[in-house]
């Protein structure tokens, strides 16, 4: 079973900079997609950037600019470099990725870190 962790959550002031990590552990053949969503009280869970299987990124139009997704393919890990951080930019992010094992297509989450952004 693959397990991802997350890491870089925390408290910043409007303009500040955060950096998220994330690393999947476990049985992967290969990775088809990665990235970052949020989801800030009372809203539904959004896209805030990832990595498609063809390997280029999307981004939520009220990040671009702003924040930078990465990855290492070495380390099955996924990174978000968020610049520029607004109130509004708080949330709790979580890693997704979608991986296959023996064929099989699953997807799965991180358990979540908790950006706040003080104005």
């Known amino acids: 079973q693959v397990q991802l962790v997350e890491s870089g959550g925390g408290l910043v002031q409007a303009g500040g900079s955060l950096r998220l990590s994330c690393s999947a552990s476990?049985?992967?053949?290969?990775?088809?997609?990665m990235g970052w969503y949020r989801q800030s009280r009372g809203n539904q869970r959004e896209l805030v950037a990832r990595?498609?299987?063809?390997?280029?990124?999307n981004y939520a139009d009220s990040v671009k600019g702003r924040f930078t997704i990465s990855r290492d393919n070495a380390k099955n890990a996924v990174y978000l470099q968020m610049n520029s951080l607004k109130p509004e930019d708080t949330a709790v992010y979580y890693c997704?990725?979608?991986?296959?094992?023996?064929?099989?297509?699953?997807?799965?989450w991180g358990q979540g870190t908790q950006v706040t952004v003080s104005s």
């Open positions: 476990g049985r992967i053949s290969s990775i088809n997609a």
């Open positions: 997704n990725v979608v991986y296959i094992v023996d064929s099989t297509v699953y997807n799965t």
């Open positions: 990595f498609t299987s063809g390997g280029s990124a």
